[in-house]
């Protein structure tokens, strides 16, 4: 059973165009020239150590992940929470009576992630 339905997730992007937007208006309502707040060194600078920086926090294997993390950004989880406990129960029940290691055959139905990576 899928309890988990994928959504565009608007806020972000709105909220980023926001950003971008009260910038520019400070800038401009300072009486400054957009034209003095844009330098390709300084751009390089900040998006290159922005991205050095994750490669020193991050394993070499992480940022092949890079796209799908991207994506997840602007999409929005909508849960099913009663579906997920009622799930949760129903294993708890089937590895009470039958023992833990009856839960093994479920996996391949089982679609929600945090069910297949719990051990």
């Known amino acids: 059973m899928d309890n988990i339905k994928k959504t565009t997730d608007y806020g972000t992007l709105l909220g980023l165009f926001a950003g971008i937007a009260i910038i520019f208006i400070g800038i401009i309502q300072s009486g400054g020239s957009l034209y003095w707040f844009f330098n390709l060194n300084s751009i390089l600078i900040v998006v290159g150590g922005t991205f050095a920086a994750t490669m020193v926090n991050l394993p070499l294997g992480a940022l092949k992940n890079f796209p799908s993390i991207l994506r997840n950004v602007f999409r929005a989880d909508d849960y099913d929470y009663n579906a997920i406990i009622e799930e949760i129960v129903e294993k708890a029940q089937k590895a009470k009576k039958d023992g833990l290691l009856s839960l ?8 929600n992630g945090f069910f297949k990576k719990w051990n």
């Open 104 to 111: 093994e055959a479920d996996l391949p139905k089982m679609r």
